[in-house]
Nanobody
Framework: EVHLVESGGGLVQPGGSLKLSCRAS????????MGWVRQAPGKELEWVSV????????WYTDSVKGRFTISRDNAKNTLYLQLNSLKTEDTAMYYC???????????????????????WGQGTQVTVSS
């Protein structure tokens, strides 16, 4: 059974930083692309960033390029997202997600809008406010 447990969110002032973590279990972590999706109040789910199964390839939505960094540690079954230079518009619930198919190219992963799955975790809230 897939389990994804996010942590690291919180309240931070504009310009601040946070590091999100996601501990995964129940599947062979190193064979799946992983990513982060966020949902702001009243808005749709949005892809934030994804990383290939081996960690060598990454993708970011335009609004976070240069500010966020995704990474993974396959030995620890853990996904990370470093959030720097945070803006009020980054306020959202952040979810760690697993690609449904192994070894997919990132272009295929983000081609469709994210859909919340039963195995998603509770998410971690990021609030950027002064």
């Amino acid at each position: 059974e897939v389990h994804l447990v996010e942590s690291g969110g919180g309240l931070v002032q504009p310009g601040g930083s946070l590091k999100l973590s996601c501990r995964a279990s129940g599947f062979i972590f190193s064979t799946y692309a992983m990513g982060w999706v966020r949902q702001a109040p009243g808005k749709e789910l949005e892809w934030v960033s994804v990383v290939s199964n081996g960690g060598s390839t990454t993708w970011y939505t335009d609004s976070v390029k240069g500010r966020f960094t995704i990474s993974r540690d396959n030995a620890k079954n853990t996904l990370y997202l470093q959030l720097n230079s945070l803006k009020t518009e980054d306020t959202a619930m952040y979810y760690c997600v697993k690609d449904p198919l192994p070894y997919r190219a990132l272009s295929a992963v983000v081609a469709a809008a994210p859909v919340k799955e039963d195995y998603w975790g509770q998410g971690t809230q990021v609030t950027v406010s002064s």
